[in-house]
């Protein structure tokens, strides 16, 4: 499986402290996931006290990811 990030998603990547295996496991293992009515599917994972959502396209083999974020990010 090909895991690909948008130029957002791949900024996002490093300037936030975000996990690819985390980012994998959202998406193949959601616990929730709902496509929107442009094609692109939502993927949402409950991650420690957080729940990350990640936006992306299946395309051929390939994920790609257009965007993603935590819903409910705790402050440190």
């Known amino acids: 499986m090909?895991?690909?990030?948008?130029?957002h998603a791949?900024?996002?990547?490093?300037?936030?402290e975000y996990?690819?295996?985390e980012m994998r496991q959202t998406i193949l293992k959601p616990?929730?996931?709902?496509?929107?009515?442009?094609?692109r599917i939502v993927s949402d994972k409950k991650i420690g006290e957080n729940?990350?959502?990640i936006i992306y396209i299946?395309?051929?083999k390939a994920y790609?990811?257009?965007?993603?974020?935590?819903?409910?990010?705790?402050n440190k």
């Open 2 to 7: 090909d895991f690909r990030f948008t130029n």
């Open 10 to 16: 791949q900024y996002n990547m490093y300037t936030r």
């Open 19 to 21: 996990s690819i295996d």
């Open 31 to 39: 616990d929730f996931e709902h496509q929107l009515s442009d094609g």
């Open 51 to 53: 729940v990350l959502r």
């Open 58 to 60: 299946r395309k051929n």
């Open 64 to 74: 790609i990811i257009v965007s993603f974020y935590y819903l409910n990010r705790k």
